[in-house]
């Protein structure tokens, strides 16, 4: 794509002459660095020498080359060669690792995320179409609000990318429901399906992706007794396994899961907005010690409400997308926790615990776009030149 000129009205500064701030790279419409610019910058405008947008870029470039904290942000920016910084922006004097801390500190999160994922949401969708949307929430161990309260955020997972699409802070005093819908009403949502914990497993939240014109994955489990014992009502007995399959033994762990599945109509359903089809998969695990000399095995039973018809999905798919729900899991959570360090870095100010876990989001969702699989090897990767980690941020 071409590259367009950036002039002093593009500025997210609010428009400083080039000579009073860093200035801003030239970059093709529509690319991230466009999404980076619309972001307020919460400092005054007297006495700012760096523009929010090049902060924003050093932090991300930095994150891509390994950098879990501010203080490694700070290190690799002033290790980072005269041309790459001009690349991002900075021209002279490079911010100091205090002036980045305290200008990402007090960025409004929620609103960061939500340009930062709004933009990934359009890539996805123009790149897998965005079929299936996981949402799980995460605390971060390590990091605090002002109340002193652990912070907790929301987000939501490609499943076919393996980028965040949404994330959303969950404040101390309320819980993830309500904050799935408001962060529901915040994506186009339409034709996709949506797959959540059985916390999610509500009315409001089933009807909210309805009217989207979406879909919907909920397990059922003890906080809808109601509706559990409607499935567990339902003849099972009397209906065929479907699929049966057998996973691969690990660590002395061997589990057969069964699926059975059964439309229901409006007349004689179980009562829950727009569930069309219940599934019931029975898992049987086999647990060996051979150490102890013991074979211990186990049974459980999981009811699975979906507004997909047999039409519009496999009952085989169904239950794949169920059990991939948990890719948020293992693609960005572990990723974050083992890769980042991220539940030891201890960000106890304002929303910088929540603005660092935006930037390894949006590092490992541009990675995975880029084609890397294992996120560790394309810090590495990133890290041996400091032109790549502009590259992938200036390009994408």
Not at 8 to 37: K, N, R, T
Not at 351 to 370: C, E, I, Y
Request: charged share 20%; glycine share 8%; aromatic share 4%.
């Amino acid at each position: 794509m071409p590259a367009r000129q950036v002039c002093s009205a593009d500025l997210v500064d609010g428009g400083e002459d080039p000579a009073d701030v860093d200035q801003v790279p030239a970059v093709a419409a529509g690319g991230l660095l466009d999404i980076l610019m619309l972001v307020a910058d919460p400092r005054k405008r007297r006495g700012r020498r760096h523009g929010l947008t090049s902060i924003l870029l050093l932090a991300l470039a930095a994150t891509t080359a390994g950098a879990r904290s501010f203080a490694a942000i700070g290190e690799w920016a002033g290790d980072a060669p005269v041309g790459v910084l001009a690349r991002l922006g900075v021209f002279g004097r490079v911010p100091s690792e205090k002036t980045i801390r305290r200008c990402l500190q007090r960025l409004d999160a929620d609103a960061l995320d939500a340009a930062v994922c709004g933009w990934m949401w359009l890539r996805v969708k123009t790149i897998g179409g965005a079929k299936v949307i996981s949402f799980d929430g995460k605390t971060l161990k390590g990091a605090r609000d002002t109340a002193g309260h652990l912070t907790h955020l929301l987000a939501g997972i490609c499943q076919l990318t393996g980028t965040v699409v949404a994330q959303i802070s969950v404040d101390g005093k309320t819980s993830e429901v309500p904050l799935l819908r408001k962060l529901l009403q915040t994506l186009h949502i339409a034709g996709c399906v949506v797959t959540a914990d059985a916390a999610h497993t509500c009315r409001e939240t089933a009807q909210l992706i309805i009217d989207a014109r979406a879909h919907y994955i909920f397990c059922v489990k003890g906080n809808q007794p109601l509706l559990r014992k409607r499935c567990k009502a339902l003849p099972w007995n009397a209906i065929p396994v479907l699929d049966r399959s057998k996973g691969k033994p690990a660590h002395g762990r061997a589990e057969t899961r069964t699926v059975q599945a059964t439309e229901i109509g409006t007349a004689d359903g179980i009562g829950f907005p727009g569930a069309v089809q219940v599934l019931r998969i029975t898992r049987t695990r086999l647990v060996v010690s051979r150490q102890r000399g013991t074979r211990k095995q186990s049974r459980e039973i999981v009811y699975v409400v979906t507004s997909l018809a047999v039409g519009d999905a496999t009952h085989h798919q169904v239950a794949e997308w169920l059990r991939q729900h948990w890719a948020i899991e293992n693609r960005v959570h572990f990723v974050r926790d083992t890769t980042f360090d991220e539940d030891r870095h201890q960000a106890r100010t304002e929303a910088a615990g929540q603005v660092m876990a935006t930037l390894r989001n949006t590092v490992v969702s541009l990675l995975r776009l880029a084609g890397f699989t294992n996120i560790a090897a394309a810090l590495r990767h990133h890290a041996r030149d400091f032109n790549r980690p502009a590259e992938l941020l200036l390009t994408c």
